[in-house]
């Protein structure tokens, strides 16, 4: 079973900077396919960025596209989050997530192994 631990959160204004991680333990990193996933007081858990098991394939969704980039590190077992240009609207907790088969997915209920999550907040 993989333990994955974020860190990285914090408290910016808008317009600022963020770089998450995710490490992980407990399995061969290099096996699975991770993602980020984000969720806001009163909302739905929802999808950010998700990254295959060798990092050539990545994609993030559409409110983040271009101002965000997923990418990982097999060497150190991490996958990280740059967030850029940050908003209001991109306040929440931000979870990793990992899953034993390769491929990415958007769906959060393909993802068997969580972190505890790491508190993003923009201010305006």
């Known amino acids: 079973q993989a333990q994955l631990v974020e860190s990285g959160g914090g408290l910016v204004q808008a317009g600022d900077s963020l770089r998450l991680s995710c490490t992980a333990s407990?399995?061969?990193?290099?096996?699975?396919?991770m993602g980020w996933f984000r969720q806001a007081p009163g909302k739905e858990r929802e999808f950010v960025a998700a990254?295959?098991?060798?990092?050539?394939?990545?994609y993030s969704a559409d409110s983040v596209k271009g101002r965000c980039t997923i990418s990982r590190d097999n060497t150190k077992n991490t996958m990280y989050l740059q967030m850029n240009s940050l908003k209001p609207e991109d306040t929440a907790v931000y979870y990793c997530?990992?899953?034993?088969?390769?491929?990415?997915?958007?769906?959060?209920?393909?993802?068997?192994?969580w972190g505890q999550g790491t508190q993003v907040t923009v201010s305006s």
């Open positions: 997530a990992a899953r034993e088969i390769g491929v990415t997915s958007r769906a959060p209920a393909q993802y068997p192994y």
């Open positions: 407990g399995r061969t990193f290099s096996n699975y396919a």
């Open positions: 990254i295959n098991w060798s990092g050539n394939i990545a």
